[in-house]
């Protein structure tokens, strides 16, 4: 069983910036693609940012390009979102996945997600 577990969210102020983290359970996390999506109240679970499993090649949500950064630490198995230039609009839950199949902006490409956590961006 894999447990993924988000942590560093928290309430910012618009402009500002946090760095979520991921940390994943088990031995295979460098096998894995990893992504990040985030749910808003009322509104469906939203690609964010994914990365391949050495981390060489990352992807981004159009909303997030150029103000997030997704990495990965292998030998800690570790996952990270530095989200800069927040928006009121970034304000959902945030959760981490592995990658199973198919396209990395789909819910479906992903097996295994965390918690979540909230991130909240005041205007």
């Known amino acids: 069983q894999v447990q993924l577990v988000e942590s560093g969210g928290g309430l910012v102020q618009a402009g500002g910036s946090l760095r979520l983290s991921c940390a994943a359970s088990?031995?295979?996390?460098?096998?894995?693609?990893m992504g990040w999506f985030r749910q808003a109240p009322g509104k469906e679970r939203e690609f964010v940012a994914a990365?391949?499993?050495?981390?060489?090649?990352?992807y981004y949500g159009d909303s997030v390009k150029g103000r997030f950064t997704i990495s990965r630490d292998n030998a800690k198995n570790t996952v990270y979102l530095q989200m800069n230039s927040l928006k009121p609009e970034d304000t959902a839950v945030y959760y981490c996945?592995?990658?199973?199949?198919?396209?990395?902006?789909?819910?479906?490409?992903?097996?295994?997600w965390g918690q979540g956590t909230q991130v909240t961006v005041s205007s």
């Open positions: 990365i391949n499993r050495s981390g060489v090649s990352t």
């Open positions: 088990g031995r295979t996390f460098s096998t894995y693609v």
């Open positions: 996945a592995r990658g199973l199949a198919g396209a990395y902006y789909y819910t479906r490409s992903y097996d295994y």
